[in-house]
């Protein structure tokens, strides 16, 4: 794979900021012809750089009003695959990450209400037999930005970005 150039990042950031953009709008806006948008989206695709496009899913608006982070540690004796796959079988979980230090993974999970997160915790994850010990955050709030805009032309990737 070549390292990516401008008009490549420049993609990355378009389609990172919206996804359904038309390959005519993107073009325009970038400058290029549609021809080349295309060929370079499809070597990107090709290279894996983009992995697929996905719906961005508001869970309040499906009744899921909680989210929180289970901190787990497992047992020795079981595998990171088990001890990854187990938690993810579960309906409510939407990642399980394996991590460093004190904490080996981080299960985040949707809950309705108080109750049912609390099922969640109690009856569902914490009844996995390979995990032995939990905490678990509820989300109050957060913010997430696009990757690509570490790789902005004139930024200095050490400074905050000013708001």
Do not use: C
């Not at 150039?5 to 325009?28: P, Q, V």
């Not at 012809?33 to 290279?47: A, F, G, M, V, W």
């Not at 904490?103 to 997160?117: G, K, N, P, R, S």
């Not at 994850?125 to 032309?153: A, K, Q």
């Amino acid at each position: 794979m070549q390292p990516l150039d401008e008009l490549d990042l420049a993609i990355l950031a378009e389609l990172e900021d919206n996804a359904r953009i038309m390959m005519t709008e993107l073009a325009k806006k970038l400058n290029s012809p549609t021809s080349t948008i295309r060929d370079r989206i499809q070597k990107l695709e090709e290279d894996g750089v983009i992995s697929g496009y996905t719906a961005i899913i508001n869970p309040e608006k499906l009744g899921l009003s909680i989210k929180a982070v289970i901190k787990a540690k497992r047992a020795e004796n079981i595998s990171l695959e088990n001890s990854l796959f187990e938690p993810s079988k579960l309906l409510a979980v939407t990642k399980v990450q394996a991590l460093t230090g004190d904490t080996d993974e981080l299960i985040t999970v949707y809950a309705h209400d108080v109750e049912d997160l609390k099922d969640l915790i109690y009856n569902k994850v914490g009844s996995l037999p390979e995990l032995t010990w939990l905490s678990t955050s509820i989300v109050l709030d957060e913010i997430s930005s696009p990757l690509t805009r570490r790789f902005r032309s004139g930024k200095n990737n050490d400074e905050p970005e000013s708001a």
